[in-house]
């Protein structure tokens, strides 16, 4: 058995508080990957710096406004072009939150998912509250491309995954992609999936498939460092396994219990701040067992 929450829980506001006050704090770290393509990682989810002719694209933004601001330092230390846009890779706050740091003016491209997720979450406030220039103004539904500051970007939504509203970003021309939390194993032994952002553990295997038809060979994860494409294959097949293990489970009637026990399933270690997700295991049992009841 795990202690994990269930994938229905939301964490308490003092975990939230916490998990942003120590996260938010963590140095960054820069790391080349091409001539024009940077991974930045510390405060909150890796973020992305590709420097274009005249301008600079980020993706993702970090946790907090401070981490933001820290953020916008690494890329005046890069090159002297402004960030012109931003590109998210979904809505989760240690992605989005430092956006209340950038300037006024900048393109913000989501998914359409990801911005109704960002809508929700400051009419709450949770981990605070964006001004609505931080908020995205350009969305797109399923695949969308086009070239900023003379470097080719697509865009792929493949369906509900790590949430409803997951962007991958592909750089074709340096092969490189840009998973955001669809990959994140930093602390995290297993794929994590937000049950109450409409993600899917089923879709989760649909995505990564689809993501590995693209010609990439280095994949920037939401947390944790670099993958390459044996490496993602190797994960895909790990939990394909695992999935397929549970649906015949499920079947039989076992227990969540039942089902860790046999599979001898490892709850994802707490993040910053003792927030602690529910593992890939927990999150496809219950939504096999709805789609067993639904039928």
């Known amino acids: 058995m795990t202690n994990e929450k269930s994938s229905s829980q939301r964490p308490s506001l003092e975990e939230i508080r916490r998990y942003i006050e120590s996260w938010g704090e963590e140095p960054l770290v820069t790391h080349?990957?091409?001539?024009?393509?940077?991974?930045?990682?510390?405060?909150?989810?890796?973020?992305?710096?590709?420097?274009?002719?005249?301008?600079?694209?980020?993706?993702?933004?970090?946790?907090?406004?401070?981490?933001?601001?820290?953020?916008?330092?690494?890329?005046?230390?890069?090159?002297s072009n402004p960030v012109t846009h931003v590109i998210l890779t979904h809505g989760d706050g240690d992605h989005v939150m430092g956006l209340a740091s950038f300037p006024a003016g900048v393109t913000i491209i989501s998914h359409e998912n990801c911005k109704t997720d960002m809508e929700a979450a400051n009419a709450v406030a949770l981990m605070g509250r964006?001004?609505?220039?931080?908020?995205?103004?350009?969305?797109?539904?399923?695949r969308f491309a086009l070239t900023i500051e003379d470097v080719w970007f697509e865009f792929f939504h493949f369906g509900p995954s790590h949430t409803s509203g997951d962007t991958v970003v592909h750089l074709p021309d340096e092969r490189v992609i840009f998973a955001g939390d669809i990959l994140a194993w930093g602390g995290s032994p297993t794929p994590t999936i937000h049950d109450e952002k409409h993600g899917s553990a089923s879709g989760w295997l649909a995505t990564v498939r689809e993501m590995l038809k693209l010609?990439?060979?280095?994949?920037?994860?939401?947390?944790?460092?670099?993958?390459?494409?044996?490496?993602?294959?190797?994960?895909?097949?790990?939990?394909q396994q695992q999935y397929d293990e549970i649906q015949v489970m499920v079947a039989?009637?076992?227990?969540?219990?039942?089902?860790?026990?046999?599979?001898?399933?490892?709850?994802?270690?707490?993040?910053?701040?003792?927030?602690?997700?529910a593992s890939f295991a927990s999150v496809a049992y219950h939504q096999l067992k709805k789609t067993k009841v639904g039928d």
């Open 32 to 79: 080349q990957i091409a001539t024009n393509v940077y991974w930045v990682a510390g405060a909150g989810g890796n973020s992305g710096i590709v420097v274009g002719r005249r301008g600079v694209v980020v993706i993702d933004a970090k946790v907090s406004s401070g981490a933001g601001k820290r953020l916008l330092d690494e890329v005046a230390r890069i090159t």
């Open 130 to 142: 964006l001004p609505s220039r931080a908020l995205p103004n350009c969305t797109f539904t399923t």
């Open 215 to 239: 010609p990439a060979d280095i994949f920037v994860t939401g947390h944790g460092d670099l993958q390459t494409k044996v490496e993602v294959q190797q994960k895909l097949d790990e939990f």
């Open 252 to 277: 039989r009637g076992k227990s969540l219990e039942e089902v860790e026990e046999a599979m001898a399933v490892d709850s994802p270690a707490p993040l910053a701040g003792g927030l602690r997700l």
